[in-house]
């Protein structure tokens, strides 16, 4: 309490900009005192938000920089992208005077930090959530390699503080191929992927998700499509098999009519922008009273019952466990009871390839239909399974079908044949390979 009667003591600091872009703190000799105060401090400098400078000097005494903080010298850190100084014990009773000068280059430089220190800090979180979803398909593999030298961007800092400049320089050009290959990585989840967007405050660098309305989700008969755009001047591109619009895909002009089952996707396309991320949306076209297969299937892969080929609920492609029918070694053979005769456009099915686990697209898809379920015709036959598709590196669903155009329909029986055993060229080789199939495709 003795500062009541007095006692105390106020140290000043100023700060001003001299002759060649240098920065003076003073440390002004201590004003006042009090019982037990010292006679000497030392003192940490920082300078935040600024480029390793050219020149650091402590009441004329120059400073040399170090890898970490030590007295007597400055260190660059490139976490808070700031230069930090320390001194030795200085003497209370007289000035402090701390000189830092930067070049001009580096003077010019500064505007590159502008929200570089926030992104340096939520680097290690973008590399970690790339990561976790990568490995979700494949748990040896790493993040993309933009990402990881992205997320190394402090490291290197670290090793070099004199290249600094150059080295957020050539982040700040990288980063629409970084945000390309986030918003790009092949099978990617969206909702993993959008947040990674997000932190890397690029939210601007891409076009954005348009809308899909249905005016039913389920029915017997066809339905109305809108998708709306965001943006003058932006082009919807959309499919209906589940696969990620392209620059080659519909071009959305005005509302639709939908008469099958399908799996609508939709992405913005803008010259000069990335494109972003795709909404989906699902229409169940409801035709079928029952679904009884040829040979039974594995009870792990049934898809959630018989009806799984005919129920309007797509699987995943980073996931077989849900929605997938799967059988091994056999052919997949489905007999479908319509609700009622039809006119059938066309017919096709679903099919997952992903090699790495022993899933491969059938060798062939026959298509029959009969008017009374006991006489059938041959409606269309594909050849699929080419070996370029097999070999693929990451899973992918593709839609075999075809034109059929058979009225008074009662049942379709679909024949997906087997590719047998495991092709030579896999590490696998000979085993009995998958079938997989998630969804008939009927209009």
């Known amino acids: 309490n003795a500062y009541r009667a007095g006692a105390s003591a106020t140290t000043r600091f100023t700060k001003e900009t001299i002759a060649g872009g240098k920065v003076r703190l003073t440390v002004h000799p201590r004003e006042g005192s009090f019982a037990g105060m010292n006679a000497r401090r030392s003192y940490v400098i920082n300078f935040p938000a600024t480029l390793p400078p050219a020149s650091v000097s ?41 000189e830092v000068g930067w070049t001009g280059e580096e003077i010019d430089g500064t505007s590159l930090l502008s929200g570089m220190q926030g992104m340096i800090g939520r680097m290690p979180g973008i590399v970690g959530r790339m990561k976790d979803e990568v490995n979700l398909r494949d748990q040896i593999a790493n993040a993309p390699a ?29 980063l629409p191929r970084l945000v390309e290959d986030v918003v790009r990585y092949p099978g ?9 967007v997000h932190l890397l405050a690029a939210d601007t660098l891409i076009t954005a998700r348009p809308s899909i309305i249905l005016e039913h989700e389920s029915s017997r008969r066809p339905v109305s499509v809108r998708i709306g755009t965001v943006t003058p001047g932006e082009v919807v591109r959309y499919t209906l098999d589940g696969s990620e619009p392209e620059s080659t895909s519909s071009a959305y002009e005005g509302p639709f009519t939908l008469g099958r089952t399908a799996e609508i996707r939709s992405r913005t396309f803008r010259p000069g922008m990335i494109t972003g991320f795709s909404s989906t949306a699902r229409f169940q076209l409801a035709f079928a009273k029952s679904v009884s297969y040829a040979h039974p299937g594995n009870q792990k892969y049934d898809g959630g019952g018989n009806m799984a080929l005919a129920d309007g609920r797509f699987g995943s492609v980073n996931d077989f466990r849900e929605n997938w029918v799967g059988i091994q070694g056999d052919d997949l053979v489905a007999t479908v009871e319509l609700d009622s005769p039809r006119t059938v456009a066309s017919l096709g099915l679903r099919c997952l390839q992903d090699q790495r686990n022993w899933i491969f697209l059938p060798a062939g898809i026959v298509f029959e239909v009969s008017r009374d379920g006991v006489n059938y015709e041959a409606a269309a036959q594909i050849e699929s399974g080419t070996e370029s598709a097999a070999r693929a590196p990451h899973p992918a669903v593709l839609t075999l079908g075809s034109r059929v155009g058979k009225s008074g329909v009662t049942h379709i029986r679909i024949r997906a044949k087997s590719a047998g055993g495991i092709p030579a060229w896999h590490p696998s080789a000979g085993e009995r390979a998958w079938v997989f199939a998630d969804e008939i495709i009927l209009e």
């Open 188 to 196: 990617g989840d969206p909702a993993a992927l959008e947040p990674v």
């Open 58 to 98: 402590v009441n004329g005494k120059s400073y040399s920089r170090s890898e970490k903080p030590e007295s007597g010298r400055w260190n660059y850190d490139p976490s808070r992208l700031g230069a930090s100084i320390v001194t030795p014990p200085m003497d209370c009773a007289s000035d402090v005077v701390v």
């Open 146 to 174: 933009s990402v990881l030298a992205a997320g190394g961007l402090a490291t290197m800092i670290g090793y070099e503080p004199e290249r600094c400049r150059d080295l957020i320089r050539a982040f700040r050009g990288m």
